[in-house]
């Protein structure tokens, strides 16, 4: 799917495996000595594309996770004190075990609100699951057709920052994330980053749906992905059945919206 996804875009992709005896240079890249030139010359790892899939994620140790913590951050890595800027535009998609399986590390707070958004992907439908077999079968291999450019994706981009948010709308996002630090349920909650997520991505919503202005409603259906893997619930909760998606929804309902 992030293949498809970095195809359709045309704009390049990379992928890196997780596994526990990775290390962070197998990510960042490395100086490896070259006999020809008789000097150190650098290896750029796979942290170098536009599209960069973390597959299963929480596989590898910590120390090779926080290898992405500058990347994701900054747009830029540091390599034996060299710092070297990203391709534009870049974004990291990750995927994870559950944490009930063996061989998984849990991803640092830190790492985890860099992501943008936290989706779920549900067992295919009936259908679904009989053409995914149909498909095997036939050993035809799906192609797509590049739609746009890493320089039109930048160019949207510029566009976004033209979008109006209104200071109602940005009270409302610093209400939203304040409940979340205060909530009776919530043992850790939002920080500023995800204040900034909330408005960035209500302003780009805006803009896809061809507005030039934010609403509420832009805030609301994006509440639950921006939010859900920033929060930590208290031990309680989870014994109550609760989980992130309900904490959130309560405190949809409960935060008065801007007219």
């Known amino acids: 799917m992030a293949k498809t996804f970095s195809n359709t875009l045309g704009i390049s992709f990379k992928r890196v495996q997780f596994t526990p005896d990775l290390l962070p240079a197998d990510i960042t890249g490395t100086k490896i000595f070259d006999q020809n030139e008789g000097a150190f010359v650098l290896m750029k790892g796979p942290i170098f594309a536009n599209v960069v899939l973390a597959d299963e994620i929480n596989r590898s140790a910590p ?3 926080a290898a992405l913590l500058e990347a994701m951050a900054e747009r830029q890595v540091t390599i034996e004190g060299q710092t ?9 998609i990750a995927t994870e075990n559950p944490v009930e399986m063996e061989g998984t590390y849990p991803l640092p707070e830190a790492q985890v609100d860099r992501f943008l958004f936290k989706l779920w ?9 009989v053409e995914i077999m ?6 035809d291999i799906p192609s797509v057709e590049a739609i746009t450019s890493g320089e039109e994706i930048l160019a949207a981009q510029k566009i976004m920052n033209l979008v109006y948010i209104d200071d109602r709308i940005l009270k ?7 409940k979340t630090r205060n909530h ?4 850790l909650g939002c920080g500023p980053r995800a204040s900034l997520t909330l408005m960035k991505c209500s302003k780009a919503r805006a803009a896809i749906l ?3 202005y934010v609403t509420p409603d832009d805030v609301r259906a994006l509440i639950i992905p921006a939010l859900n893997h920033r929060l930590l619930l208290k031990p309680e909760a989870e014994l109550e059945g609760l989980d992130a998606k309900s904490v959130l929804n309560s405190i949809i309902e409960e935060i008065p919206v801007p007219i």
């Open 63 to 65: 120390k090779t996770q």
């Open 84 to 92: 070297l800027s990203l391709e534009k535009p870049f974004i990291v």
């Open 121 to 129: 992907l549900d067992y295919p439908e009936d259908s679904e699951e």
């Open 134 to 139: 149909r498909r095997q079968l036939s050993g």
């Open 172 to 178: 409302y996002i610093r209400d939203l994330i304040i």
């Open 184 to 187: 009776p349920q919530i043992a």
């Open 210 to 212: 061809g507005r030039a």
